[in-house]
């Protein structure tokens, strides 16, 4: 039995669900999400939750039990109140500007790299001691996904700890080479 499918979902109240055939659309605040559910799943609203079973006991039917629950669960948090992800741009000269709907990077290479901000996504920039970038939105998938192409641009550096990196991760540094006498 999946400890993560027998939960229901709430719905808080600024937030309207809507389920048809095999899809369920959920709208707040903050945008519209909608997710093509399978059909060894069924989702009901009950007083203000969602309730999701399983058709049959079936391995399928298990398996996207608690896969639908969560996917929903994100659904109803992200048009609620939202998802961010915040990425630290660190290197002497590495620097980030915002045009318009693009994220220009300067990362110590040749060129400048432009990154077109996709639909549904928020950056915001903020200078403090490092270049922080903001990444905020409805879909928690699309919000990380947009993180980790913007930090595949320029890895962190085991050495000095330059290039992008999330907030709240740790780089392993390494020592670098040592002068040994010859003797």
Do not use: C
């Amino acid at each position: 039995m999946s400890r993560i499918g027998k939960m229901p979902v709430s719905v808080p109240t600024n937030v309207v669900v809507t389920i048809t055939d095999n899809k369920i659309a959920v709208k707040g605040p903050n945008g519209e999400l909608s997710y093509n559910y399978l059909p060894d799943v069924k989702i009901e609203l009950v007083d203000s939750n969602l309730v999701i079973t399983r058709t049959n006991e079936g391995t399928n039917s298990k398996a996207y039990w608690g896969l639908t629950r969560a996917l929903v669960n994100n659904m109803v948090i992200g048009v609620s109140t939202g998802f961010f992800k915040e990425l630290e741009i660190i290197g002497v000269g590495y620097k980030a500007e915002l045009q318009g709907d693009k994220l220009i990077l300067s990362l110590g290479f040749s060129h400048k790299i432009e990154y077109k901000i996709p639909t549904g996504i928020n950056i915001e920039y903020r200078k403090e001691k490092n270049d922080i970038l903001k990444i905020s939105g409805a879909s928690k998938e699309q919000v990380g996904q947009v993180a980790a192409e913007i930090r595949s641009y320029k890895k962190p550096e085991p050495y000095k700890g330059k290039g992008i990196k999330y907030i709240d991760e740790k780089i392993v540094r390494k020592e670098g080479k040592t002068a040994t006498s010859k003797g």
